[in-house]
């Protein structure tokens, strides 16, 4: 019998991504995104693919593509949380809207959708919650402070509650992915005004500058890299929490394990503002 994954954000990159390679492994996939009407991904049509509506800032969008689910397979094997977006631009430059947006997107609308999926975990006795978080999740850059305030907060909530589900045998994963080729740097990201205050105008610059110019030397890795881990992680049957995927992850994070804060600190501040 073909097991089933509920992944959201499969609009473009990571998400597309997991929701095909389940696919040629033979998984049903429950494909959901916020515009299925207006977005051609080339997910539509495939024999085991669900293309459905889903805002993870409306809760019912996500009971009733639940719902749909369960009524179609009658079973869900995995969730794939992968929903998100980043906003950039130094934190003055933030308006209490823009954080609750943030907060909303990546870290409330994460935690809706595994409480609607838990009990049905619960009653099958099985199922295995999937959170992607980045390596910004357990450590910094320059202008991401909404977004890694929310990536440090998943990662917490996600061993958290790893706790809480293990005696009902439902496995949680972290996946950390490094710097990978999506549209987080142009599309997804959602960019700050900073027009009335300009001390930032020379950071701003650098960073942009050192983003593009990892992006044209190829310092990144395609998504189909973190989609690979993501179907690793939901498949191993292991307890293993955490698993970093993509350009410069493990480096980084097995650097900032082993090295002194204020080294590691350092060496990022000369990565990023040389």
Known sequence: MSKTVFITGTSSGIGRETALYFSENR??????????????????????????????????????????????????????NNAGYAAFGPFEASTPEAVRRQFHTNVEGLMDVTRALIPVFRRQGHGTIVNVTSMAGRMTFPLYSLYNSTKWAVEGFSEAVAFELRPFNIKVKIIEPGI???SFYDRSKDVLSTKEITAYDTLVEKIIRYEEGNIKKGKFSPPSVVARTIYKAATDGSWKLRYHTGKYSGTILGLRRVLPERTFIGMMRYLTLR
């Open 27 to 80: 998984w049903n996939v429950i494909a959901t995104m916020r515009h299925p009407e207006s977005r051609k991904t080339g997910l539509e049509g495939r024999k085991n693919i669900d293309v459905i509506h889903l805002d993870v800032l409306d809760p019912d969008s996500i009971q009733q593509a639940v719902t749909h689910a369960l009524t179609t397979y009658g079973s869900i094997d995995a969730v794939v």
């Open 180 to 182: 990978i080729n999506t």
